[in-house]
């Protein structure tokens, strides 16, 4: 597991289902990216903090799991 960090990434695009552990991020330049499933919480969390940077025009910084691609922070 290798941990890739980003920074200064625009969010493309939000993809969310009713399950409470998953949520994707479409990030600049990047495959789509599933918001790590640690819990139920985080998932949210990191989901409304991609949908207020995407909506408000600004950048984000964080990194993905590079075994999985899966979002680990933002």
């Known amino acids: ?3 890739v960090s980003f ?3 625009k969010v493309m695009a939000t993809y969310a289902t009713p399950n409470s552990t998953n949520s ?3 990030l600049q ?3 789509w990216r599933r918001v790590k ?3 139920a919480d985080g998932v949210s969390n990191v989901f409304a903090i ?3 940077a995407k ?3 600004r950048t984000v910084n964080g990194s993905y799991d590079d075994a999985d691609g899966s979002l ?3």
């Open 24 to 26: 994707w991020g479409l």
């Open 50 to 52: 991609l949908n207020a």
């Open 37 to 39: 499933p640690k819990s």
């Open 7 to 9: 920074s200064n990434v």
């Open 29 to 31: 330049s990047n495959p």
């Open 1 to 3: 597991m290798a941990i």
């Open 55 to 57: 909506y408000s025009g």
């Open 72 to 74: 680990v922070q933002v």
